[in-house]
């Protein structure tokens, strides 16, 4: 058994930092001379292709046959030529079923039976079936075994977001993720804003100075009531959990885990900097089961003093907004297009084609299968990219501020890097499921106070 050594903060920082811009790292950007010492280079973003070059033939597997997973096989067939899925992999055979008829509805694709596994160890069978590229898309618990055994057995990645509930995950898959950078291995995050062709611009034009320097940001996700599956007398308590999976932490991380990762990673991604602790809250009204909470508020502290407000909630009926904005000595972006001054007047907008046009320069294609593009060029042209760092980051940052909301202390990175903490059991079988009750969290150590 491989020890997987606590990373400390620098340790982290030092090997996370390129990984934290993704795709369109420092190795892949273009610089113009400035003229000037005190500004910043002009950057330049590598090409957003539309359809991954032609080449050697490309076979996958698909290990987590839901909706997700579904709809990451369609968007990896439609990332170019000479594409194949070939294997499916979960632990429900309905899941299965639906897969493989979507697959041939959508795709004309026909999966064989001797290619569908089912079980907890579909996915060792999956990754032994004679496939080039697995698509991870359980639920992120399952996440840092199933990364590490497709990196040991010399896999192309795709793993969806998180990659981890738990710090203890985290550092497994930080492991994988070196080890894939050895091997050569490409391995590609569903966080999906790094490929998106507008956020990508915007972000260019923020890290080339155009906001002045960055001095804050307030990222928010509020949307209404999360999908949930009611228990079934048929089910045991394990598989109404895992059919259940959103609503329960250690299946899902908990919906700042989970959800809220997309926004955060963007955050990351401009403020280029990871936070040193988080302070944060939470709470449950709601939600009618399942162990999360329905709100999470929560203030990052960064090494230079910089704070940065993160907000999630997930309750119908109330205003919804998603919004990345970003604050600098001169201005705001608005991460996905928009970038205005102090006064709040638009000083750039990114230029949407009309509906219809035939200009492709600012076309911003689906970032779901804009990932796959990216894996299949790298793949086919022998130059492996690996963004698995960036997706370690920013999930732990998340699990940072969950685990301050939960316990209603401050947590910091450090504690984070170096926590124990494991959600979840430790063997997997249909039947019960013990010492994880369905009761959310309840914060503060101290007992409650005398009723005078």
């Not at 490409?186 to 804003?193: N, P």
């Amino acid at each position: 058994m491989e020890t997987i050594h606590p990373f400390n903060r620098r340790d982290f920082l030092k090997t996370g930092t390129a990984g934290t811009l993704g795709l369109i790292g420092s190795g892949s950007l273009l610089t113009a001379c400035s003229g000037s010492p005190n500004k910043k280079p002009e950057l330049a973003l590598p090409p957003f292709l539309e359809k991954a070059p032609d080449g050697r033939p490309l076979k996958a597997g698909l290990i987590g046959c839901g909706g997700r997973g579904t709809g990451a096989a369609i968007n990896f067939l439609d990332a170019g030529n000479g594409l194949e899925i070939i294997a499916l992999g979960d632990v429900f055979q309905d899941k299965i079923d639906n897969c493989r008829a979507e697959l041939k509805k959508q795709k004309s694709v026909e999966i064989a039976d001797e290619k569908c596994f089912v079980g907890f160890d579909s996915f060792e069978k999956v990754i032994d079936s004679g496939v080039d590229v697995v698509l991870l898309c359980t639920p992120p618990h399952f996440r840092p075994a199933h990364v590490e055994a497709a990196i040991k057995a010399g896999k192309h990645v795709f793993m969806e977001k998180p990659c981890a509930v738990d710090p203890v995950g985290a550092r497994s898959v930080m492991v994988s993720v070196e080890r894939a950078k050895q091997m050569n291995l490409c391995v590609v995050s569903g966080t999906i804003r790094r490929v998106q062709k507008d956020f990508a611009e915007t972000w260019r034009r923020v890290a080339s100075g155009q906001i002045g320097e960055i001095t804050g940001a307030h990222i928010i996700r509020n949307g209404g009531s999360l999908w949930y599956r009611s228990r079934n007398p048929k089910w045991t308590e394990m598989e109404y959990m895992i059919r259940n999976w959103a609503n329960f932490c250690w299946l899902s991380g908990d919906h700042i885990v989970e959800q809220f990762i997309h926004e955060i990673d963007v955050m990351n991604w401009f403020v280029q900097k990871l936070p040193v602790k988080a302070i944060g809250w939470g709470g449950r009204q709601r939600r009618v089961n399942g162990d999360q909470y329905d709100f999470f508020s929560i203030e990052y502290v960064y090494d230079n003093g910089m704070h940065t407000h993160c907000a999630a909630r997930q309750i119908s009926g109330c205003s919804n907004l998603t919004k990345q904005l970003i604050s600098g000595t001169e201005g705001y972006a608005d991460c996905k297009g928009i970038l205005t001054d102090l006064m709040g007047n638009e000083i750039w907008k990114y230029p949407h084609p009309e509906e219809g046009s035939t200009d492709t320069t600012w076309k911003v294609t689906n970032p779901f299968v804009q990932e796959h593009i990216n894996l299949v060029t790298a793949i086919r042209s022998g130059t492996a990219i690996n963004d698995g760092e960036a997706q370690v980051n920013s999930t732990l940052v998340t699990i940072m501020g969950r685990m301050s909301a939960y316990t209603g202390k401050d947590v910091t990175w450090e504690e984070v890097l170096n926590s124990e903490l494991y959600l979840g059991p430790k063997a997997y079988a249909f039947g019960p499921v013990p010492g994880i009750p369905e009761v959310p969290p309840i914060i503060g150590n101290e007992p409650a106070p005398p009723v005078v």
